[in-house]
Nanobody, 126 residues
């Protein structure tokens, strides 16, 4: 059974850091790209970052480039999203998702992701 579980969310002051984890079961990270998305109530889900299944190549939304870093530990079946220099605008529920149909670079559209976690809240506030 495919399952993704996020953890690591919380409250942090502007300028602070958090590391989110996405633990996956039921498939190998060699077989699916993993993406991180975020959503604020009343707004569409926004793609944040992704990491490919084949060569661990990464992509970032412009809004987080240079501040966030995605990585994976295949032995632990876990993907991480390190978030530095957090801003109030980063406040959202963060979701990880799996795309088992990507070839080469990971994809950024949420419709390509078939499996989703339950989400973890990140709040950036002073």
């Amino acid at each position: 059974q495919v399952q993704l579980v996020e953890s690591g969310g919380g409250s942090v002051q502007p300028g602070g850091s958090l590391r989110l984890s996405c633990s996956v079961t039921g498939f190998s990270l060699d077989d699916a790209a993993i993406g991180w998305f975020r959503q604020v109530p009343g707004k569409e889900r926004e793609w944040v970052s992704c990491i490919s299944s084949s060569d661990s190549s990464t992509r970032y939304a412009d809004s987080v480039k240079g501040r966030f870093a995605i990585s994976r530990d295949k032995a632990k079946s876990t993907v991480y999203l390190r978030m530095n220099r957090l801003e109030r605008e980063d406040t959202a529920v963060y979701y990880c998702a799996a795309d088992d149909g990507a070839w080469g670079s990971c994809r950024i559209r949420s419709v390509n992701y078939d499996y989703w976690g339950q989400g973890t809240q990140v709040t950036v506030s002073s």
